[in-house]
């Protein structure tokens, strides 16, 4: 019986206890995805704060170039009985060229604790429209209504759209007259009062749109050239869209031009049928994009835990078999709990100073309550040095990794590896199979 518990005490070997230790981690790993969860549900309570900013203020907009819009009567021959049939509707026509001059003057609104980036845009837009498709012989049997021509320009929000918007039309100024009922998937369209249109003439269109918007601006090309320009004191614009800018500086400020042609998109020159036209979508633009993801940032130092647990618990393991010093398994967890608690931390703080910040005082508190728990159990003033300085490397050496964009996989690689190394070089002259003696608590002094 003696010799069974005296076996069963020269089981605490090293074996063991790192068994134990990964055992450990793995069910830390369980509140790390909780913090995970937490983060997702706050970064989704920041999108829908920014929903219901952009409803009351004007959504993400997106622009096209004024439409000509002639409505018609075709009277023609039913292909079933022949009689006489007659038909309403409208002819579209496309601008030849198109400029587009905006200049986006940049905000934040504050709800909560969230901010949202929005935007006055002063644009104005100069477009070459005429019917020049339309033929006596190819349309004989159409009867165009020219004195109630109309032009129509897209708007995603029109309710973020000013009083001040106006459209001309050689000279001639026309007032705007609601949302027209033609709609291209989310592109609304502003419709102007009727005209009395010529047949053949060409139009000089110059609208100048006033309007609100949130995040971002975007352009739907039409036409057979467009040449647009924007120009913001926005820091860090994002372009996305089927099109890069052909030329763009940033600097203080950004300014951006685009130059597009026919094969830029597939809408035809004119149409008749707006069921054709429906759900297009070639637009392009920028994004405004705030210069920090906070919650990106919470979320992708989560996914160190397990590199930061672990090497944790593998620098007490090393005391452990270097100093002589034995840790407790509750003591690994209770050091685990306060590795966890560490990015609750980071999350909140982030909320209201910003994740650097949030990340050094997170990291400082963790440091010292970690350093201030093992002072007792190291007994040495040299050894809670060393260990306040790995602590603090690993969470500098984690900092910096975040903010790395292309080489952050390179460089957690090359600091796995030095570890591993590290690791490596001070293990070579120990002799595992001495160690049982070494841990046993018989032989051992006593724990924290």
């Known amino acids: 019986m003696e010799n069974q518990i005296s076996k069963l005490k020269n089981n605490n070997s090293p074996l063991l206890k790192i068994l134990f230790i990964l055992f450990i981690i793995l069910l830390l790993m369980i509140p790390n995805v909780l913090i995970q969860s937490l983060i997702s549900e706050r970064a989704n309570r920041k999108a829908q704060i920014e929903r219901e900013v952009a409803k009351s203020y004007g959504q993400a907009q997106k622009v096209m170039p004024p439409l000509l819009r002639i409505p018609y009567t075709r009277i023609y021959k039913s292909d079933k009985d022949a009689e006489i049939a007659s038909k309403e509707g409208i002819f579209t026509f496309t601008p030849s060229t198109s400029d587009l001059l905006c200049n986006l003057t940049t905000d934040t609104r504050k709800r909560s604790i969230y901010e949202v980036v929005v935007y006055e845009s002063e644009m104005q837009i100069k477009s070459q429209l005429s019917d020049r498709l339309i033929s006596a012989q190819t349309h004989k049997d159409y009867t165009f209504h020219y004195n109630r021509a109309h032009l129509i320009v897209g708007l995603t929000d029109p309710n973020g759209l000013s009083d001040n918007s106006q459209l001309k039309i050689n000279g001639q100024t026309l007032n705007l ?198 002072s007792h159990l190291l007994s040495s003033t040299k050894s809670t040095a060393i260990l306040s300085l790995l602590l603090s490397g690993l969470f500098g050496y984690i900092f910096i990794i975040l903010q790395m964009q292309d080489f952050a996989l390179l460089a957690g690689a090359l600091a796995l590896f030095t570890v591993l190394t590290i690791v490596m070089m001070l293990s070579r002259k120990i002799n595992w199979y001495a160690l049982n003696q070494s841990l046993n608590p018989v032989t051992q002094s006593k724990s924290l």
């Open 177 to 374: 007259q609601g949302v027209s009922t033609y709609r291209n998937g989310n592109l609304r369209y502003v419709k102007s009062e009727n005209f009395v249109y010529k047949p053949g003439q060409e139009l000089s269109v110059v609208a100048d749109l006033s309007f609100k918007g949130t995040k971002s601006l975007m352009v739907e090309p039409v036409g057979e050239q467009m040449k647009i320009k924007i120009d913001s004191p926005w820091q860090d614009p994002s372009f996305a869209g089927t099109r890069l800018p052909d030329n763009y500086d940033i600097a203080e400020g950004f300014t951006s031009t685009w130059i597009t042609n026919q094969y830029a998109h597939d809408y035809p020159t004119s149409w008749s049928d707006d069921q054709k036209i429906n759900k297009k979508n070639f637009g392009f633009g920028v994004n405004l994009i705030q210069p920090i993801n906070e919650y990106g940032k919470n979320s992708r130092t989560t996914k160190y835990a397990l590199l930061i647990i672990a090497l944790t618990f593998g620098i007490f393991f090393f005391f452990e078999i270097l100093l002589k010093k034995k840790v407790h398994p509750i003591q690994y967890i209770l050091i685990g709990f306060a590795l966890t608690v560490f990015y609750l931390l980071l999350l909140s703080i982030t909320e209201h100073l910003g994740f650097d910040l949030a990340y050094i005082i997170s990291a400082t508190a963790t440091i010292g309550l970690i350093v201030s728990y093992a």
